[in-house]
């Protein structure tokens, strides 16, 4: 089989080698043939993981001559004969990394074996090829608003800037949503992706529906989007914007100047300013305008964009927004706070013709006992305070309210949604960080609680109850409740869940969650830590007797003897910064001798790690936001062993950037010096030296030998002209650093990781978008580079042939691998270049030369990337943190002799 390539695109793990290595999904191959009338011209397997169970398409003529299929010797079972041009069949169980593999085919007449055509790929931190970023439509950050409408199940992943809709009520932590709005997949959450439109999202605060119509209040760009028929699609676009002219706009009070709006520009009938909660009711559309302190009423329907609202509620006009702004009568009572006014009003609800509204601003709920219709209209009850002109946290001292002035059944503080069914209320209150629920609807002012959930009393206002982590039975900021079926549904928002409790009694505890596999999660975007779970994989390694893999966001380092072929047995395997594998808290240290003393920040925890080496028996981690690099003495022994040294502090318990001391050692200046580190990422060690690559300084720092003692000084600085310098580009005007200020050969801007090659020294200089290469390790100060990777010279930095380099590694063989992260793609170069700019021998990742799109366009797989970060060799084979994707991939670029 003769095929000859240079520059093509691998994207997937498929391998044919000769000359290089190239895959076979990509090419044609010709001459498969034999005496039999089979040929193959393509094979897929694009979903192949490392245990099997995933489809390979085989491509060709007279396949239905095809009887069975073996891969190296092992039967692929499930054959299906799609057509006489197109086969599939379930490879076999293949753990770890796989050798190529040959494909026989066996037919009637004759067999046809392709050479070294599959290769394994290893997955960890995901359940397979397919998946990535950690079941991210089972997962929220900030959710503000849950609800159970016409039997579909509604929540508003506030930080994620989308909706998530269920078409049944979940019953598990494992469903995932039916429709997403706000964002095309589940892979995206940045506010306005891509960019501001009918379908995008920025920070949506609650939504309502009838079933037919849905309504969303996009809280940050100060509009309210309608969909006339129920969507079906993620992503899908609205029909309707509400305060603002178009779909393009966003402003805050952004009403035009015309008759229909109240001829004044800005505040006025047609304007928003963060609206909070949307309804209709009574052929009555309603607007929580929260930072308006109003409530705006549509009679009817909007059938236009910047349609002006028919009344003001809260306001004497549409163009007021003055908080407590009530009028002085003797319904309303004193001017300024009465019952006629509001403070930041943020949630509402109805039931049984009246209108119940959480007044944030003011630590109240008003009750209506009918819908207010004009401006001077006023509650009848309030909740939270003695009268309608008081604005405490605190409730009396009385025995209704508990015998205690401060905390208790009758006050609130912050009160944010509210729900009824008519009998039983609850609120969510916020800052205290507790639901208080009547067991029969309030009658009279400041009726006290007789509910409390989230706390063990009335009179209590922590958060997780006072514990570290939360449970079922603690809140941290709830902010939404939904009472549906004698259940109630809360959004715990700052613990990034849902709970649901089943018992409406005090002290109840939740018997479902939605957002983490368990009640101790906290992290956002994380469906739980176990020990299979990843939650942003910055870098992993093997070199050929432990793994290593740095879990960024469960802020721990996990060390393996061997190559594990799967996550689920932690068994065998040490968790650094973390007790075990089920928490991932950051700076997670318990209060023992041997941690320093010091619950937090101290010699067992780490807070968002980005880097790891082994060198001999030492272990050390690039601890990021402690600002510090930890040391081990020897292979770690046990979970969360304490580390020996700290790089970058005076001591464990110190995390604090840039904290150098004013000593002769360290150069005598404080602050930033030769012993300061600030967010140090990238780790490289030759075995005597050590390179750290001290991000928001700048610089790369060099100690010529390996640190024995707390807080060493570096030896050489890289990217600065001294060690107390740390501006970007602080390239000098000279003959050896090119002549020109800036950016230059000796300038560094935030660098990620770095590698060392037999004596070469190479470095992805990130936001340079390039790669640096020194062809021996410096020994002055600021020493300039011999070659660069992604630009022609030494003074450009814009992305173009590379896009956010961060990571660097060489195989045995002496190929570089960059990732190319902007681009979800990797750059491999036959040998490590000798002159600037290079093209790339191999693009790994994209469907193209030009491609730059996460997984290549498509869904995750094996052979694509969201974000690939470190990158590390070991022999012919590369070890990708797919960080978007909250994975690890293991595979083998094979090199033939």
Known sequence: MMISAQKIVYSLFIFVCLQSCIPVSQITIPSLRNKSAIAVTKIFPEYVNANGGDSINITGTELNDVQSITINDQTC?????????????????????????????????????????????????????????LYRSRTFSQPTFVKVMGGKFFVSDFSYNRVLIWNTIPTSPYTSPDIILGQPTEFTTAINYPTLSKSSLNNARSVWSDGVKLVISDTFNNRVLIWNTFPTTNAQPADLVLGQPDFASNAINNGPNTPACGNVVGTNACSLNKPSQVHFVEDKFIVLDQENSR?????????????????????????????????LSAGCGAAGRNACSFSKPLYFTYSGGKLLMSDAGNNRVLIFNSIPLTHGTPANIVLGQASFTTASTSGPATVPCGGVAGVNSCSFNTPLDIDTDGTNLFVADYTNHRILGWSSFP???????????????????????????????????????????????VADRYNSRVLRFSSLSSFSTADLILGHKTFSETMPGKFGSASNDLFR????????????????????????????????????RITLGQPDSVVGLPNNGPNTAPCGGVIGANACSLSSPMGAIRVGNKIAVADFSNNRVLIWN?????????????????????????????????????????CSLFEPIGLASDGTNLIVTDFSNQRVLIWNSFPSTNQAPADVVLGQPDFISNTSNNGPNTATCDNVAGINRCSLYMPFFVKIHLGKLIIADQFNNRVLIWN???????????????HNDFTSGSASALNLARGVCVTDSGRLIVSDTGNSRLLVFNQIPISNNPS????????????????????????NFNLPYGVSCFEESVFISDYQSSRTLFFPIKISP
């Open 537 to 572: 994989t910055s870098e992993a390694f093997y070199d050929g007797t432990y793994t290593v893999i740095v879990d960024r966001y469960n802020n721990r380092v996990l060390l393996e003897t061997g190559l594990p072929t799967t996550l689920d047995d932690d068994s065998h």
């Open 634 to 674: 020897s292979i770690p022994a046990y979970n969360q062993q304490p580390a020996d040294i700290v790089l970058g502090q005076p001591n464990f318990t110190s995390n604090t950037p840039n904290n150098g001391p004013n000593t002769a050692l360290c150069g005598s200046s404080l602050g930033i010096n030769k």
């Open 77 to 133: 079972s499930n054959l299906n004969h799609i057509s006489n041009n197109e086969i599939t069949c379930t490879p076999p169980s293949n753990g770890g990394i796989a050798a190529l593999a040959d494909v026989n085919l066996i037919g009637k007449k004759a067999s046809l074996t392709a050479k070294d055509a599959l290769t394994y790929s290893l997955v960890l931190g995901q359940p397979d090829s397919k998946s990535g970023d």
């Open 840 to 863: 790339p021998d191999v693009i790994i990742g994209q469907d193209s030369l030009t491609g730059i799109l996460a997984y290549s366009g498509k869904n995750a797989n094996a052979g």
């Open 295 to 327: 409530l705006l009423i549509w009679n009817g329907w909007p059938t236009s964009n910047q349609q002006p609202a028919d009344s003001v509620v809260g306001q004497p006009n549409f163009v007021s927004s003055t908080a407590n702004n009530g009028p």
């Open 776 to 790: 021996s390790i410096p020994s002055v100060n600021q020493a300039p580079a011999d070659v660069v990777i992604g």
């Open 443 to 489: 009658t009279t002012n400041q009726t006290p609680a007789d509910i409390v959930l989230g706390q063990d009393s009335f009179t209590a206002k922590l958060v997780h109850k006072g514990a570290r982590y939360p449970s079922n039975s603690s809140l941290n900021l709830p902010q939404s409740v939904q009472l549906y079926n004698n259940k109630l549904w």
